[in-house]
């Protein structure tokens, strides 16, 4: 089973600022089956991105990710109010499970 | 619009069954993958299971094996999980989400079913 690691655990940072967020697998993931989601507090989790890289319908162009191998990035250009949540990322094509990173909580400093 | 919309909360004792449900609409039920996601309090999301609504084939995670049993209902366009033998670490919000291909990112997700395990 692919472990995904996330990191840090939790970033505080401002309206404004730039937001960077790692996810590290145990053994290579297709880029294709990388996917990132966000979460706030009582909510489903939202996809953002999907396939590494590509953004999920309505998804502001502040979100990027990048990355490939064992070593994916998810990217907030200019923080919003909104956008202070829990991301995760997900390995999505490697049977006999789907796995997630353990999340990354974004907070307001 | 798509929309899985997933049955009330329930509480139950220690040892007893729980029944889920994923009712889906605005799309053919058929053409896409249906999971479960689960996630205990304060904790992250644990992928449980996958079911093929189309031929009803399923695959459960590992540590879940002979607890769980994913069903759908063609005719109403509904998946079900249940869970049985359940214990308080099985107290979570559980959520059903699509999937088009059994390989692609869960783009639509119900609201979340909270399952309370308690004596």
């Known amino acids: 089973e692919i472990v995904l690691t996330q990191s840090p655990g939790t970033l505080s940072l401002s309206p404004g600022d730039r937001a960077t967020l790692s996810c590290r697998a145990s053994?290579?993931?297709?880029?294709?089956?990388l996917a990132w989601y966000q979460q706030k507090p009582g909510q489903a989790p939202r996809l953002l991105i999907y396939?590494?890289?590509s953004r999920a319908t309505g998804i502001p162009d502040r979100f990027s990710g990048s990355g490939s191998g064992t070593d994916f990035t998810l990217t907030i250009s200019r923080l919003e109010p909104e956008d202070f949540a829990v991301y995760y990322c997900?390995?999505?094509?490697?049977?006999?499970?789907?796995?997630f990173g353990q999340g990354t909580k974004v907070e307001i400093k | 619009q798509v929309q899985l919309v997933q049955s009330g909360a329930e509480v139950k004792k220690p040892g007893a069954s729980v029944k889920v449900s994923c009712k889906a609409s605005?799309?053919?039920?058929?053409?896409?993958?249906m999971h479960w996601v689960r996630q205990a309090p304060g904790q992250g999301l644990e992928w449980m299971g996958i079911?093929?609504?189309?031929?009803?084939?399923?695959t459960y995670a590992q540590e879940l094996q002979g607890r769980v049993t994913m069903t759908r209902d063609t005719s109403t366009s509904t998946v079900y999980l249940e869970l049985s033998s359940l214990a308080s670490e099985d107290t979570a919000v559980y959520y059903c989400?699509?999937?088009?291909?059994?390989?692609?990112?869960?783009?639509?997700w119900g609201q979340g079913t909270l399952v309370t395990v308690s004596s």
């Open positions: 989400a699509r999937d088009y291909t059994g390989y692609d990112p869960f783009d639509f």
């Open positions: 053994q290579s993931v297709s880029s294709s089956y």
């Open positions: 079911i093929n609504p189309s031929g009803g084939s399923t």
């Open positions: 997900q390995q999505c094509g490697s049977s006999p499970g789907w796995t």
């Open positions: 605005g799309y053919t039920f058929t053409s896409y993958y």
């Open positions: 396939g590494a890289s």
